[in-house]
């Protein structure tokens, strides 16, 4: 999906959804040497995948929730409340997977050190981050608020502006992109064992 400028509420929260069953269907069977073994030292191992998406989507999350909560009166809505402006298009985009350029994290994204990594705790959050994401679409949804006006600071640089819907729309491909290096992970752990 490289285009995801029209996509409703009921998309994200779907996605949402898809992303909680994806990661239990994962992650539960693996034992906690898998979840933190590393391919090799340049690596991130499944755990720390898993808790960088924690840590970054949190933060946007936070930024998206502020900027819902001051505009949850009901609004004038929007026949397109999840619109991205191009250039935070152009940034989802380079975020959906395959990955075809490697990146470096943000400081404040970094995930925990993969020796600290707990299973159980990491998918916990993960999911738990899931269900904020819904319920803060819904509220916006019932409220019918266009999130495509309403204004957050960006989490990585705070006086960069973005939409609440940009914070979603990045989160939900930031996701994907790291569940696929997920599954790359287990695929090479699984070749080398």
């Not at 906690?32 to 090799?40: G, L, M, V, W």
């Not at 006006?149 to 939900?172: G, L, R």
Request: hydrophobic share 35%.
């Amino acid at each position: 999906m490289k285009d995801n400028r029209e996509r409703s509420y009921d998309f994200y929260i779907q996605r949402f959804r898809d992303a909680k069953i994806e990661a239990e269907d994962f992650l539960l069977p693996l034992d906690e040497r898998t979840f933190r073994r590393k391919p090799s030292s340049k690596v991130w191992c499944i755990g720390e995948c898993f808790s960088h998406l924690v840590e970054a989507g949190t933060q946007y999350y936070k930024n998206a929730s502020k900027g819902i909560e001051a505009a949850k009166k009901p609004g004038a809505g929007s026949e397109n409340p999840m619109h991205l402006r191009f250039h935070m298009q152009w940034f989802v985009n380079y975020l959906e997977p395959p990955v075809t350029i490697k990146s470096i994290s943000p400081g404040s994204f970094k995930p925990v050190e993969y020796a600290k990594v707990d299973k159980d705790e990491i998918l916990n959050n993960f999911l738990d981050l899931q269900d904020k994401y819904i319920t803060q679409l819904e509220i916006a949804e019932t409220n019918n608020l266009d999130l495509s006006s309403i204004k957050v600071p960006n989490p990585i640089i705070s006086f960069i502006k973005m939409t609440a819907a940009e914070c979603i729309a990045v989160t939900e491909a930031h996701q994907r992109r790291h569940l696929e290096q997920a599954r790359r992970i287990k695929q090479q752990l699984d070749e080398t064992s």
